[in-house]
């Protein structure tokens, strides 16, 4: 096509819909899920800035402006939740989020494949499992006489309910999500590493290579791309420490290193129907987690030249 005559986005946009009219109807039920249960409910954001009450609604409920936001950040549950909430984030990101990439590798390196695939069903199954079960399960677990219990007083530790300590809550909260989500989550690297070419590794037994330079060197490097953008996705979902298992797990007596923003939010706005001052303190974290996202990505770009946009 000569300069000057290249065609306009709309037309581009229809030949590219007669052509592929198949692939945009499947994209319509994403897309609509994402308008209705994403982007519509934004609108109620507005709430954050108001005094809201059902029987006004939104827009007729009278606007306070950043009273609540004020409130939440001068009271003071403000540092403990945000401490919390971060010490929490941080210990996943340290150790929940390498261990599907370590399970991944080891599974990877196993030799006989029927070993291999009962390893990835025994720790895909915790998965699958309800999080009232797994929570359940932990509880008994780690209650006076629970197995974890008895197994501990065998090597000299005393018999405790550890749950009711809230110095050891971070410690069984990870634990349990490691156990629960770890294979899982492997598979992505488990594909990635399905991508990397086997050649490499032929090549460098040649120049003998062993199996743990083989992993420092062609493993880690093949995968790194896909580690680097589920670290991103990761760092824009830091503070969002899901509320359902802390629930579950926590008790008054752990709040003091149990209690994140998401519990707070549940607590304020569902218990206590405090409407507009738990919109604020969500509004708050999503909107740290969207900095934190952006700040990731432009790392990564710089970095290692891997991001999202």
């Given at each position: 096509m000569r300069k000057g005559t290249e065609a306009t986005f709309p037309t581009r946009f229809r030949r590219d819909f007669l052509l592929n009219k198949y692939l945009y109807l499947m994209m319509v039920p994403v897309v609509a899920y994402y308008l209705i249960f994403h982007y519509a409910?934004?609108?109620?954001?507005?709430i954050a800035f108001k005094e809201y009450t059902p029987n006004k609604?939104?827009?007729?409920?009278?606007?306070?402006?950043?009273?609540?936001?004020?409130?939440?950040?001068?009271?003071?549950?403000?540092?403990?939740?945000?401490?919390?909430?971060?010490?929490?984030?941080?210990?996943?990101?340290?150790?929940?989020?390498?261990?599907?990439?370590?399970?991944?590798?080891?599974?990877?390196?196993?030799?006989?494949?029927?070993?291999?695939?009962?390893?990835?069903?025994?720790?895909?199954?915790p998965y699958f499992i309800s999080l009232i079960v797994i929570a359940g399960m932990v509880k008994d677990f780690t209650n006076s006489g629970g197995l974890i219990n008895n197994l501990l007083t065998h090597v000299g530790f005393n018999d405790t309910a550890m749950l009711q300590k809230p110095e050891m809550f971070r410690t069984i909260y990870i634990l349990s999500e490691i156990w629960q989500k770890i294979g899982w989550e492997s598979i992505i690297y488990l594909a990635a590493l399905m991508s990397i070419d086997q050649e490499q590794y032929e090549a460098s037994k040649i120049d003998g290579a062993n199996r743990w330079k083989q992993i420092w060197?062609?493993?880690?490097?093949?995968?790194?791309?896909?580690?680097?953008?589920?670290f991103i996705l990761r760092m824009g979902n830091l503070l969002n420490v899901g509320f359902e298992k802390i629930i579950l797990l926590y008790n008054p007596s752990t709040y003091d290193t149990a209690d994140v923003i998401s519990s707070f939010v549940y607590r304020k706005g569902l218990l206590e129907f405090g409407w507009s001052y738990s919109s604020a303190v969500g509004l708050f974290n999503s909107v740290i987690n969207l900095a934190l996202l952006v700040t990731a990505n432009k790392i990564s770009k710089r970095v290692s030249e891997n991001s999202l946009w």
């Open positions: 409910p934004m609108y109620g954001a507005l609604g939104i827009l007729g409920s009278e606007w306070v402006g950043l009273q609540h936001f004020q409130e939440f950040f001068g009271s003071y549950y403000f540092w403990r939740i945000l401490k919390n909430t971060v010490i929490i984030s941080l210990y996943s990101l340290c150790f929940e989020f390498p261990a599907p990439i370590i399970l991944a590798i080891m599974i990877n390196e196993l030799a006989n494949k029927k070993f291999q695939r009962f390893v990835q069903t025994v720790t895909y199954m060197h062609i493993t880690l490097p093949g995968i790194l791309p896909t580690i680097a953008i589920m």
